[in-house]
C-alpha cells in the first residue's frame, strides 16, 4: 500500500510539471515584426481599447493589386440596384463593385502613373480613395487585420504603418499622423453610373480569388442594429446602419443622411468648420457629394441643382455646370475643379463612433 | 473474467484516440481543442487513471458553406494542444475527472507569423458509471457533468492589441458540460464493443463579452482489442456549433455542422501502460454563412496509465 502511494503521489506531480514546463513559453509571440507577449511595440494614437483584432489576421483578407476591369457595357454580373464605387483617373471611369470589396476591401491600382489605394470597409459601409507615394518601393496597401471602431486599419507595405480609414489618417507606424491625399469616390447604384458613364470599366470578378461574389459575408448585418466589434460611443438618433454622407475634420462631423435628399436632386449650403460647403444629392438615384465652394481665387460659389442630367448636378450663379466628380464641365470656368474635403458615406454608428461630435443635418 | 483481466478493456476504452467530442472548435473564431482529450470510460473505484495527449489541428480548409475553396494567400493555421488527465474512482460507481491543458496556436501568411502558447482551459468532471461491461454485463454507462475553467490567459495582446479569440490560449470563459456514453460488448470476452457518446458544451462570455458558441456532439463507433497488445477503434461523430457572440450578437461566419471520422489504435505496453495513435478527418461540413477556416485533420498521440486497487 505505501508503494502504491508512492507512485499515485509522483505520477500527478510528474503530469502537472510537464504541464507547466509546456507552458512557460506562454504568451503571444511572433515573428514579422510582432512584439511578444503584452508589451506594445507599437505607439499608437488612437486608443487601443478600440482596436480589435477581427479574426482573419493580417493580409488574411486578400487586397488586390492591378485587378482586371472589363467594359461596363459587358457586364453580367452586378445587378442595376446593387451599389457601387466610382473613381475617375484622368478620362476614365472606373467602377468598384461592393460585393467584390467586401471581400477584399482593399485595391491597388495605378492610373496614369500615379498609384493609388481604393478602400472599401464593409462593416461600416465607408469607402475613400488616396494617392499613394510613387517613390516608395512598394506603394501598395493591405488589410491589416485590425479594426478600430470597427472600421478597417489598412496598413502600408512600405513602412508597415496602419492608417484608420474613417479619421483618414496614419495612426501607428513611422508615418504616424501623416495624412493621405484624397481622391473622390463616387458611390452610387450600378445603373446609375451605367446610365452616367456608358464607357467606364468595371472590375471584374476575375480577382485570382476564389470568392462566392454573390454572397454577402457578414449575414444581416447590414440591415440590423447589431455591432461586431466595441466602439468608443453610440448615439440613436438614427439607426446604426442607416447610410449618411458626411465630412470631418480631426475631431468633427456633421452627416447628411442620403435618403434624405428627396427624388430629385437638391443642393444644400452649409459651413463646415468654417468652411463653405455644398452638399448635392438624389436619393432616387442614390448618390450624394460634399465639395468646398470655396474656389483657390477666394471666390465662394453658390449652386443650384440640375435635374435629371446626371452626372452633371449642380450649376452655379456664374453658370458653370458642375458634375458629381467636381469638374466644371461647361461654363467660364469650364475644366476648374472643385476642392475636395474629407467626405465619404458611411454608417451612422461609425460616424458617431469616430467623431466626438456629430451633427445631423436631415433627422 | 476477474477484474485484472479486464483491465486492458478499461485501458483501451479510456485512451483518447477517439475524442468523446471532436471538439476542435477550429472555425476562424477558433477554440482550444480540449474535452477531446478527455477519456469516456469512467474509472472504477480505488483506481487512479492519468493520460497525457498530444494534439495536432491542422486549421487549413477554407470552407464556403459545404464547398472547400482554395486558399490563394497560403496561410498556415494550427492548434496543439497538450492535454492531461487524471481521474480516480471514488466508488464503483462514480468517479471524478480533472483536466488540465497547454495550448499553442501558430498563424503564419506571407512573411507574418504569430505564436501564441499558454495554459489553457481546464475540465472538472463528475462521472457516474451505474454499469460496466464485465463478467455480470455486457454493456456500460456512464454520465458526466461537470465545467470547465479558464485558467490560462485570455488577453494574450501583440503590438499592444488583444489577439482574437481563436489565437488566446484561453476561452477565458467558464462553461458547463454534460456528456454520456454508453456501450456494448459483442464477444464474450468484451474484446469487441460497439460504443455511442453524447455531450453537450455550454459557454460563457469571457472578459470581452465574447462567447464561443454552445456545442452539441454525438458519436458512434466500435474497438476491438485484439488478442496481441493491440487495439483499434473507429467512429463517426457529428457536431453542431451554433454561432460565437459578442456583446450578445450573433457573429457571422461561425459555428455549423461537422461530420468527422475518428480511428486509432492502441498498443499495451503492459497491464498498466498504454500507449496510442489516433487522428480526426473531416467527412462532411456544413458551416454557416460564407466562409471559413477550419480543421483539415488533427492527430493525437496519448499515453495512459492506470493504477488499480488491490482488490
Known sequence: MDALSGRITLVPVLLVTALLTAACGGGGGGGGGGAPGNAPAR????????????????????????????????????????????????????????????????????????????????????????????????PTFGVSGLLFNSNLLLYDRWTDSYWSQMLQLSVSGSRRMEEPTNIQVIETTFATVESMYPNAVVLTRDTGHARNYDNYPYGNYRSNRDLLFSVERGDNRLHEKARAIGIHNDNQAKVYQLDGFGSSTQTVHDNFDGQPIVVAGNSAESVAVIYSRMLSDGTILQFDPIQSDLPNIMQDTEGNVWDIFGTAQSGPRAGAQLELVKSYSAMWFAWVAHFDTVEVHFN | MTMRSALPLAILASLPLIPLHASAQTCSCASVPLLGSMQPASTEGDEWFFATTYEHHEISDLVAGSSTVPDTTGRIRTATALVMEASRGVTDKWAVSALLSSVEHKRAIGGESIRTSGLGDAILLAKYSPRRISLYSDSALSFGFGARVPLGDDDLARDGVFLSEDLQSSTGANGAIAWTYWAKAMNDSGSAQIYTSASFTANGDNSRNYQFGDEATVSFGGSIQMRSPWGFAADISYRNANRDRRNNFEIPNTGGDWLDLNAGFQYRVSESLGIGFGGTFPLKRNLNDQLQFTTSYAWRASVSYVIGSER
Open chain 1, 43 to 138: 505607439e499608437w494614437i488612437i486608443p487601443t481599447t478600440f482596436v480589435a483584432n477581427g479574426g482573419p489576421g493580417k493580409d488574411g483578407i486578400p487586397a488586390l493589386v492591378e485587378p482586371a476591369f472589363a467594359p461596363i457595357s459587358a457586364n453580367s454580373a452586378v445587378g442595376p440596384f446593387d451599389l457601387v464605387l466610382a473613381v475617375q483617373t484622368g478620362n476614365q471611369v472606373k467602377v468598384y463593385p461592393q460585393d467584390i470589396l467586401d471581400w477584399h476591401e482593399v485595391v491597388n491600382e495605378t492610373a496614369e502613373g500615379a498609384p493609388f489605394v481604393l478602400s472599401y470597409c464593409p462593416l461600416t459601409a465607408s469607402a475613400v480613395a488616396w494617392r499613394t507615394s510613387a517613390t516608395d518601393t512598394d
